[in-house]
């Protein structure tokens, strides 16, 4: 096991005791992710490019002779608790849940049953557009699933406890997400980027060839932070089914009659054009990873940030700033990642060049007013994995 995972592990161990005085059952971990192309294209059937990070949550299980599920959060400094047959998806349990809504996706698959006792903690910037949300429902769900030999021998997909916890984010949180972030949090490997189709939910693992195209990730948390349930994104999501109606496909990201894209009345044909253009985006950015060529993908970066910002307007001044700041200090590309009004932008840069792209972004920032951004290097990390069960 990592240093990292072996520390979390025993940190979880602590928590679970301090807070519960009984021993952790199971311990599991879930990672937060950075979205490399094809942003808002995940509920219109079309690609998407995450990698997992090795920042994440920790989620502490024991089994409870009661019939409540009881949970202490570190990061909240509190401890919530209900009873199991009143759990109700309509009522406002803030950052609760979305423990409840995975406690009652794991339990409607009959997963797990019975009380419940859990502590989390984790190292995710919340707001952050890291997906601490997905990392949470995975985290919690992949901890009752240490109880269940099915999941232990295998038997329960990666993809079942992604489509979960995408389940409890839909019925508790009431954001309409799609499957990206689940799936980069469960489904990704080690060293790769997670290339999905959000229709068939098919995945390849490709290799980004970053060492051998001298390049990192960087990435530029705006500290604008976001909220996904505000209403943006809803809206965004019902317009792209609206376009997708009046176009008459079942799949917005394969719409391919541009003149009838083109017909559609604003904002609907530019909503439209965003999705159908990220789509293509992906594949292409995966092949200039592949070959190396840093000017093609220095071009895709820029085309997606511009149809994130001016076609699907989910940017916002600060995210706009540091995606044009960074490029022109050297950054191969630049772009926001993830659902937008806030957040953070994903850079592709040579490591020499890291010093001049931060001073840029951060001169950029404070002459506008903004608040200074956090800078951080990612590496593709591996997807939810069990510390320890039973
Ligand atoms: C959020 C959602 C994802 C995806 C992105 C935008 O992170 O949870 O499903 O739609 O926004 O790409």
């Not at 937060?32 to 294209?41: K, S």
């Not at 990206?180 to 068939?200: K, P, V, Y």
């Not at 980004?208 to 965004?236: K, V």
Request: hydrophobic share 45%.
């Amino acid at each position: 096991m990592p240093d990292l995972d072996r520390e979390r592990l025993l940190g979880a161990r602590r928590l679970h005791r301090e807070v519960f005085s009984v021993e952790a059952g199971a311990v599991a971990f879930a990672p937060g992710r950075v979205n490399l192309m094809g942003d808002h294209t995940d509920y219109n059937g079309g690609l998407v490019l995450p990698i997992a990070i090795d920042l994440g949550t920790t989620v502490a299980a024991s089994r409870r002779d009661d019939n409540r599920i009881v949970v202490h959060s570190v990061h909240s400094n509190s401890t919530v608790s209900e009873d199991l047959n009143a759990l109700d998806p309509l009522t406002d349990n803030g950052w609760a849940a979305y423990v409840y809504g995975s406690y009652a996706a794991a339990v409607r698959r009959g997963w797990f049953t019975g009380g419940v006792s859990l502590s989390i903690q984790g190292d995710l910037p919340l707001g952050a557009g890291l997906s601490s949300s997905a990392s949470l429902e995975c985290a919690v769900l992949v901890a009752l699933l240490g109880f269940n030999h099915y999941w232990v021998a295998g038997d329960i997909s990666k993809e079942d406890v992604a489509l979960a916890a995408q389940e409890a984010e839909h019925l508790f949180a009431h954001v309409p997400c799609g499957i990206m972030d689940q799936s980069a949090s469960m489904r990704s490997l080690e060293g790769t980027a997670l290339m999905l189709d959000s229709r068939t939910l098919c995945a390849d693992h490709v290799d980004l060839c970053l060492e051998q195209n001298g390049l990192a990730i960087l990435l530029i948390d705006t500290n604008a932070h976001h909220e996904l349930n505000d209403g943006g994104y809803a809206s965004r999501r019902s317009q792209c089914d609206d376009a997708a109606n009046r176009l008459g496909v079942d799949v917005l990201a394969e719409a391919s009659d541009d003149g009838a894209l083109a017909s559609l009345p604003d904002p609907l044909n530019r909503r439209a054009r965003h999705v159908v253009s990220e789509h293509a985006r992906v594949r292409a950015t995966v092949s200039a990873f592949a070959t190396g060529d840093l000017g093609a993908l220095g071009e895709l970066f820029a085309a997606s940030h511009a149809s994130l910002s001016q076609d699907f307007e989910v940017s916002c001044l600060e995210l706009d700033i540091v995606a044009a700041a960074a490029p022109r200090a050297g950054a191969v590309g630049a772009r926001m990642t993830g659902g937008g009004f806030g957040g953070s932008v994903v850079a592709i840069v040579r490591p020499a060049d890291i010093d001049a792209i931060a001073a840029e972004v951060l001169r950029d920032l404070v002459s506008a007013g903004c608040a200074a951004p956090t800078f951080r290097l990612v590496q593709p990390g591996a997807g939810a994995r069990l510390l320890s069960r039973p």
